[in-house]
C-alpha cells in the first residue's frame, strides 16, 4: 500500500482561467475529453493503493463513458470483495480527491451489494452500464461489468416504468431544451441526460440509438465544454449572458444561430426517446396480452380516415389512394391531439411524402382541422411537435421555418418564438369560451408574434403577414381583418393596463377607439392574458390581472354606453382625524399628512426599507392634506410587518427627518444597472397632465431616487405607473400640467436621469 504520509501526486491541470481563445478552444471536443479521461485516470491509478487484492476502483458517469467535460465531477465506485479496512482504504482514496477540489460522487460496494442495489433502482442500474475498470483488481472489475450487463438485459423492461416516471419528474422541473432560452444542456428533456437513457435502452435490446442522435450528443457535449470554458467552473445551464463567449468557442458567428443548434440537436434527442418509449410501450404491451405471435392487432376509428391500431393514430386504408385529400395531414393531426395519442412514424413519413400541398384557401376542413389542432389543449404540444419533426407543419405554413428555434432576447421570455407561439394558442384554450368567436383567438394567439424576427415593430410588421396567411386559410375578409387587428393591438391591453392612470377618461376613450367594439375587445383581453401566461412566470401576476380586468370592465362601459370613468372619490376614513393617517389593507398601503414636498418620496422609500415593490401610486390634495395611495408587492414573497411599516410611515408622514435620512441612505446605497435610462415624454395621453415615461435597469430604491428628483425640480406627480419586465422597468409618471416648455421639460429629465 502506498504510504499514507507522503504527499499525494497533483491533480491533471484544469484549463487556465483567462487563457486566450485558441487555447480554450484546444479542450472541446472528442479528443480533448478523451485527454481528460486519460488524465483522470492516470493520476487516480496513482492515488490507489498498489499490491491490493480483491478491491478495485471503477469509473461511472462521464469518467466511465470518457466524456467528461473540463469541470465535471468524478463518479467512482470502490468495489470490494469483504475486504477488511475498506473505510480506511476509501477515505485515504476520496480524501486526496476533495482535497484537489474535484466534485466527488462516490460509493464502497461488495459485488452482490452492488447487483441487489441496480436490480430495484432503476438510476443505478443505468449508471453501472457505463462502468469502466480504473485501477485495482481488473478481474472483479470485469465481473461486476459482466453481471450488471446482463442483469439490465434481464430486468430492464421491469424497470422501464420506474425510469419513465423518474425522467418526467426531470422533464418537469428542467422543461425542454429546444425550446428554452436558458436550458439545462443536461437535465432537460432532449439534453444529455436523456442520451444516456437512450444507450440504456439500447442496451437492452428494445431500440437502436441512431447516427443522427451520435452526432447531435457530440454537438450538446462540445457546448457543454465550451460552457464549462467560459464560465470557468462546472455548469450546465446555457444562460443569455453566456450565449456569446460560448459562440465564440464553438466557431459560431451568432450566439442566436448557437440555440437554434442547441435547439435542433434537442429536438432530435427528444424524438428519439419518443420513438424509445413507444418502443418499450408496444413490447410491453405485447407482454401483457400473452397473444400468440402474428395476431393482428385491433383497430379503433377515431375520426375520418384516422384509426386508432396498438396505441398510435395510423391511416384508414379508404384513406390511402392515388390522390390523397389534401387536408389529410392536419386532419390526422387534430385527431392525435383530441384524443391525445402518438401519430405512428410510418404514417408521419407517409403524410410527409404523399400529401399533396394545400390549396389557396384552404378547404374549409383544413381550416376546421387547424382550428381543432389549436383547441385541442394537452394534446396539442406533443401533435404539434411531431408534425414539425416530419416537416409537415412547413408544408402548412412556409413562415415557420423562419421562426422556428428563433430566441427572443427580453429577458422576461422562457421559450423560443416557434414554441411561445404554439404555447400561446395552448393557453388561449382557457378562454375560448368567454369570446363570441373561438376560432379567431385560437388563430390570433398562434399568429400574434410572428413579425418577431424582422426589422421594425413585430406588432406593426406582423399585421399584414397574419392577414396574408389568414386569406390563406380561406377566412373571410372580415374576419382577416380581425385577425390583423388582433395582431397589430394584441400588445395594446397590457401596456395601458400597466402603465397608465385607468381612472383618466382620456386613457379609456383612446383604449376604445382603437379597440373598435366589444367582441374584438373581449378577443384581446383573452388574446392579453394567453400571451402573458404564455411568455413565463415574470409576465404575468394576479395584479396584472386585476389591472387588466379593469381597463376591459371601463372600455366596455364606453363602447357601450359611451360612459367615461370619473375621477376616484378619496378614501372618507383618510379626510378625517389626526394627521397623519396610515391604512394598510392587503396590497394597499395609504398615507394621509399635512401637504409637503416630498412626501410621496418618503413614503416611496419606506416601502423599499420593508422590501415592497411598487406597481401603482396615486396623489390627492384635499385641504391642506395629501393622500397618496401604493400598491404593492412584497419582492420576495413574503408579507410585510404591519407594525413597523406602519411605524416608520407615520414617522415618515409626520417628517421625522431621522427617519427620512435612514431611508434615503439604505435606497441611495442601492443604485445597480448598466443600461442606459431613457426618458419619454407623453403628452396627449392624459387629461390634465403629461406622461413621463422612464425606461431604466431596475434597481432597489429606485421609485424613490426618481419621485425625490422629481420633488425637487418641482415637478407635481399625480398618479405612477410601474412596471417591471425582468431586470427592466418602464415607469409612468403623470406630471401635472400642460409642460409646454421644451426648456422645462429638459431640466425636468435631466434631474430624472442624473437620480438613475
Same mark, same amino acid.
Given at each position: 500500500?502506498?504510504?499514507?504520509?507522503?504527499e499525494?501526486?497533483?491533480p491533471?491541470?484544469?484549463?487556465?482561467?483567462?487563457?486566450?481563445?485558441?487555447?480554450?478552444?484546444?479542450?472541446?471536443?472528442?479528443?480533448?475529453?478523451?485527454? %481528460?479521461?486519460a488524465?483522470?485516470?492516470?493520476?487516480?491509478?496513482?492515488?490507489?493503493?498498489?499490491?491490493?487484492?480483491?478491491?478495485?476502483?471503477?469509473?461511472?458517469?462521464?469518467?466511465?463513458r470518457?466524456?467528461?467535460?473540463? *469541470?465535471?465531477?468524478?463518479?467512482?465506485v470502490?468495489?470490494?470483495?469483504?475486504?477488511?479496512?475498506?473505510?480506511?482504504?476509501?477515505?485515504?482514496?476520496? *480524501?486526496?480527491?476533495?482535497?484537489?477540489?474535484?466534485? #466527488?460522487?462516490?460509493?464502497?460496494?461488495?459485488?452482490?451489494?452492488?447487483?441487489?442495489?441496480?436490480?430495484?433502482?432503476?438510476?443505478?442500474?443505468?449508471?453501472?452500464?457505463?462502468?469502466?475498470?480504473?485501477?485495482?483488481d481488473?478481474?472483479?472489475?470485469?465481473?461486476?461489468?459482466?453481471?450488471?450487463?446482463?442483469?439490465?438485459?434481464?430486468?430492464?423492461?421491469?424497470?422501464?416504468?420506474?425510469?419513465?416516471?423518474?425522467?418526467? $419528474?426531470?422533464?418537469?422541473?428542467?422543461?425542454?431544451?429546444?425550446?428554452?432560452l436558458?436550458?439545462?444542456?443536461?437535465?432537460?428533456?432532449?439534453?444529455l441526460?436523456?442520451?444516456?437513457l437512450?444507450?440504456?435502452?439500447?442496451?437492452?435490446?428494445?431500440?437502436d440509438?441512431?447516427?443522427?442522435?451520435r452526432?447531435?450528443?457530440?454537438?450538446?457535449?462540445?457546448t457543454?465544454? $465550451?460552457?464549462?470554458?467560459?464560465?470557468?467552473?462546472?455548469?450546465?445551464?446555457?444562460?443569455?449572458?453566456?450565449?456569446?463567449?460560448?459562440?465564440?468557442?464553438?466557431?459560431?458567428?451568432d450566439?442566436?444561430?448557437?440555440?437554434?443548434?442547441?435547439?435542433g440537436?434537442?429536438?432530435?434527442?427528444?424524438h428519439?426517446?419518443?420513438?424509445?418509449?413507444?418502443?418499450?410501450? %408496444?413490447?410491453?404491451?405485447?407482454?401483457?396480452?400473452?397473444?400468440?405471435?402474428? #395476431?393482428?392487432?385491433?383497430?379503433?376509428?377515431?375520426?375520418?380516415?384516422?384509426?386508432?391500431?396498438d396505441?398510435?393514430?395510423?391511416?384508414?386504408?379508404t384513406?390511402?389512394?392515388p390522390?390523397?385529400?389534401?387536408?389529410l395531414?392536419?386532419?390526422?393531426?387534430?385527431?392525435?391531439?383530441?384524443?391525445?395519442?402518438p401519430?405512428?412514424?410510418?404514417?408521419?413519413?407517409w403524410?410527409?411524402?404523399?400529401?399533396?400541398?394545400?390549396?389557396?384557401?384552404?378547404?374549409?376542413?383544413?381550416?376546421?382541422?387547424?382550428?381543432?389542432?389549436?383547441?385541442?389543449?394537452?394534446?396539442?404540444?406533443?401533435?404539434?411537435?411531431?408534425?414539425?419533426?416530419?416537416?409537415?407543419?412547413?408544408?402548412?405554413?412556409?413562415?415557420?421555418?423562419?421562426?422556428?428555434?428563433?430566441?427572443?432576447?427580453?429577458?422576461?421570455?422562457?421559450?423560443?418564438?416557434?414554441?411561445?407561439?404554439?404555447?400561446?394558442?395552448?393557453?388561449?384554450t382557457?378562454?375560448?369560451?368567454?369570446?363570441? %368567436?373561438?376560432d379567431?383567438?385560437?388563430?390570433?394567439?398562434?399568429?400574434?408574434?410572428?413579425?418577431?424576427?424582422?426589422?421594425?415593430?413585430?406588432?406593426?410588421?406582423g399585421?399584414?403577414?397574419?392577414?396574408?396567411? @389568414?386569406?390563406?386559410?380561406?377566412?373571410?375578409?372580415?374576419?382577416?381583418?380581425?385577425?390583423?387587428?388582433?395582431?397589430?393591438?394584441?400588445?395594446?391591453?397590457?401596456?395601458?393596463?400597466?402603465?397608465?392612470?385607468?381612472?383618466?377618461?382620456?386613457?379609456?376613450?383612446?383604449?376604445?377607439?382603437?379597440?373598435?367594439?366589444?367582441?374584438?375587445?373581449?378577443?384581446?383581453?383573452?388574446?392579453?392574458?394567453a400571451?402573458?401566461?404564455?411568455?413565463?412566470?415574470?409576465?404575468w401576476?394576479?395584479?396584472?390581472?386585476?389591472? !387588466?380586468?379593469? #381597463?376591459?370592465?371601463?372600455?366596455?362601459?364606453?363602447?357601450?354606453?359611451?360612459?367615461l370613468?370619473?375621477?376616484?372619490?378619496?378614501?372618507p376614513?383618510? !379626510?378625517?382625524?389626526?394627521?397623519?393617517?396610515?391604512?394598510?389593507?392587503?396590497?394597499?398601503?395609504?398615507?394621509?399628512?399635512?401637504?409637503?414636498?416630498?412626501?410621496?418620496?418618503?413614503?416611496?422609500?419606506?416601502?423599499?426599507?420593508?422590501?415592497?415593490?411598487?406597481?401603482?401610486?396615486?396623489?390627492?390634495?384635499?385641504d391642506?392634506?395629501a393622500?397618496?395611495?401604493?400598491?404593492?408587492?412584497?419582492?420576495y414573497?413574503?408579507?410585510?410587518?404591519?407594525v413597523?411599516?406602519?411605524?416608520?410611515?407615520?414617522?415618515?408622514?409626520?417628517?421625522?427627518?431621522?427617519?427620512?435620512?435612514?431611508v434615503?441612505?439604505?435606497?441611495?446605497?442601492?443604485?445597480?444597472?448598466?443600461?442606459?435610462?431613457?426618458?419619454?415624454?407623453?403628452?396627449?395621453?392624459?387629461?390634465?397632465?403629461?406622461?413621463?415615461?422612464?425606461?431604466?435597469?431596475?434597481?432597489?430604491?429606485?421609485? *424613490?431616487?426618481?419621485?425625490h428628483? #422629481?420633488?425637487?425640480?418641482?415637478?407635481?406627480?399625480r398618479?405612477?405607473?410601474?412596471?417591471?419586465?425582468?431586470?427592466?422597468?418602464?415607469?409612468?409618471?403623470?406630471?401635472?400640467?400642460?409642460?409646454?416648455?421644451?426648456?422645462?421639460?429638459?431640466?425636468?429629465?435631466?434631474?430624472?436621469?442624473? @437620480?438613475?
Amino acid at each position: 500500500m502506498t504510504n499514507p504520509l507522503s504527499e499525494p501526486p497533483a491533480p491533471p491541470a484544469r484549463p487556465a482561467a483567462g487563457g486566450s481563445l485558441d487555447e480554450l478552444k484546444d479542450h472541446i471536443g472528442a479528443a480533448a475529453r478523451d485527454e %481528460r479521461a486519460a488524465a483522470l485516470d492516470a493520476w487516480l491509478r496513482r492515488l490507489f493503493p498498489s499490491h491490493l487484492p480483491g478491491v478495485s476502483l471503477i469509473a461511472v458517469g462521464g469518467l466511465g463513458r470518457r466524456d467528461c467535460a473540463p *469541470y465535471s465531477d468524478l463518479d467512482l465506485v470502490l468495489v470490494h470483495n469483504g475486504t477488511a479496512g475498506i473505510d480506511r482504504i476509501a477515505s485515504a482514496l476520496w *480524501y486526496p480527491i476533495w482535497d484537489a477540489r474535484l466534485g #466527488l460522487d462516490h460509493s464502497v460496494r461488495t459485488l452482490p451489494e452492488a447487483l441487489s442495489v441496480a436490480h430495484d433502482d432503476v438510476k443505478v442500474a443505468l449508471g453501472l452500464l457505463d462502468a469502466r475498470h480504473v485501477a485495482g483488481d481488473a478481474t472483479l472489475s470485469a465481473e461486476l461489468i459482466a453481471a450488471t450487463s446482463d442483469l439490465w438485459r434481464r430486468t430492464a423492461v421491469r424497470l422501464m416504468p420506474q425510469l419513465r416516471e423518474l425522467t418526467a $419528474a426531470r422533464w418537469t422541473r428542467h422543461g425542454e431544451l429546444a425550446f428554452l432560452l436558458e436550458g439545462d444542456l443536461k437535465e432537460a428533456s432532449g439534453g444529455l441526460r436523456d442520451v444516456t437513457l437512450l444507450r440504456g435502452v439500447g442496451r437492452a435490446g428494445i431500440a437502436d440509438m441512431r447516427p443522427a442522435v451520435r452526432a447531435a450528443y457530440l454537438r450538446l457535449l462540445d457546448t457543454r465544454d $465550451a460552457l464549462h470554458l467560459a464560465v470557468g467552473r462546472r455548469v450546465d445551464r446555457l444562460v443569455a449572458q453566456e450565449r456569446k463567449a460560448v459562440a465564440d468557442l464553438l466557431d459560431i458567428d451568432d450566439p442566436d444561430n448557437l440555440l437554434r443548434r442547441v435547439s435542433g440537436d434537442a429536438r432530435t434527442v427528444a424524438h428519439a426517446v419518443d420513438d424509445a418509449w413507444r418502443a418499450i410501450d %408496444r413490447l410491453r404491451g405485447g407482454r401483457r396480452r400473452g397473444g400468440p405471435p402474428g #395476431l393482428p392487432s385491433s383497430r379503433r376509428p377515431v375520426a375520418r380516415d384516422v384509426v386508432e391500431q396498438d396505441g398510435e393514430l395510423v391511416l384508414a386504408r379508404t384513406a390511402i389512394g392515388p390522390v390523397p385529400d389534401p387536408s389529410l395531414s392536419l386532419r390526422v393531426a387534430a385527431a392525435a391531439a383530441v384524443v391525445q395519442l402518438p401519430i405512428a412514424r410510418a404514417t408521419s413519413e407517409w403524410l410527409a411524402a404523399f400529401c399533396p400541398p394545400l390549396p389557396t384557401p384552404w378547404p374549409p376542413a383544413a381550416r376546421a382541422a387547424l382550428v381543432s389542432l389549436l383547441g385541442s389543449g394537452p394534446g396539442l404540444l406533443p401533435a404539434w411537435e411531431t408534425c414539425d419533426r416530419y416537416g409537415l407543419i412547413d408544408a402548412w405554413l412556409p413562415e415557420w421555418a423562419r421562426m422556428r428555434g428563433l430566441p427572443q432576447h427580453h429577458p422576461i421570455h422562457r421559450y423560443t418564438l416557434d414554441r411561445h407561439l404554439v404555447q400561446t394558442a395552448y393557453e388561449a384554450t382557457t378562454h375560448t369560451r368567454e369570446v363570441d %368567436r373561438p376560432d379567431l383567438l385560437l388563430i390570433g394567439a398562434f399568429l400574434h408574434d410572428v413579425g418577431k424576427g424582422l426589422p421594425g415593430d413585430h406588432s406593426i410588421v406582423g399585421a399584414p403577414i397574419a392577414a396574408d396567411i @389568414a386569406t390563406r386559410l380561406g377566412l373571410p375578409p372580415a374576419d382577416v381583418a380581425t385577425i390583423e387587428k388582433m395582431v397589430r393591438l394584441h400588445l395594446l391591453l397590457p401596456d395601458v393596463a400597466a402603465r397608465r392612470d385607468l381612472s383618466d377618461p382620456k386613457t379609456i376613450s383612446a383604449v376604445a377607439e382603437a379597440v373598435g367594439d366589444p367582441a374584438t375587445l373581449d378577443l384581446l383581453h383573452a388574446l392579453a392574458r394567453a400571451d402573458s401566461r404564455a411568455t413565463g412566470p415574470a409576465a404575468w401576476s394576479d395584479w396584472k390581472g386585476r389591472l !387588466l380586468a379593469e #381597463l376591459v370592465a371601463k372600455v366596455h362601459t364606453a363602447l357601450d354606453t359611451g360612459a367615461l370613468p370619473q375621477p376616484p372619490e378619496p378614501d372618507p376614513e383618510l !379626510l378625517d382625524g389626526d394627521l397623519p393617517v396610515v391604512h394598510l389593507d392587503g396590497d394597499r398601503v395609504a398615507v394621509a399628512a399635512a401637504d409637503r414636498r416630498g412626501l410621496l418620496a418618503g413614503v416611496a422609500a419606506c416601502l423599499a426599507m420593508h422590501r415592497l415593490d411598487v406597481v401603482a401610486a396615486n396623489t390627492i390634495t384635499v385641504d391642506g392634506r395629501a393622500i397618496v395611495e401604493f400598491y404593492t408587492s412584497p419582492r420576495y414573497g413574503s408579507p410585510y410587518d404591519p407594525v413597523a411599516l406602519t411605524a416608520d410611515l407615520r414617522r415618515v408622514g409626520a417628517g421625522d427627518v431621522s427617519v427620512t435620512q435612514r431611508v434615503r441612505a439604505r435606497a441611495m446605497s442601492a443604485r445597480g444597472g448598466t443600461a442606459s435610462p431613457r426618458v419619454v415624454w407623453q403628452r396627449d395621453v392624459a387629461t390634465d397632465a403629461v406622461v413621463l415615461e422612464l425606461r431604466a435597469a431596475d434597481s432597489p430604491g429606485l421609485l *424613490y431616487r426618481v419621485t425625490h428628483a #422629481l420633488d425637487e425640480a418641482g415637478a407635481e406627480i399625480r398618479a405612477a405607473r410601474i412596471s417591471t419586465l425582468g431586470s427592466d422597468v418602464v415607469d409612468a409618471f403623470y406630471l401635472v400640467g400642460a409642460w409646454s416648455s421644451a426648456e422645462e421639460r429638459d431640466r425636468v429629465q435631466a434631474a430624472v436621469l442624473a @437620480a438613475v
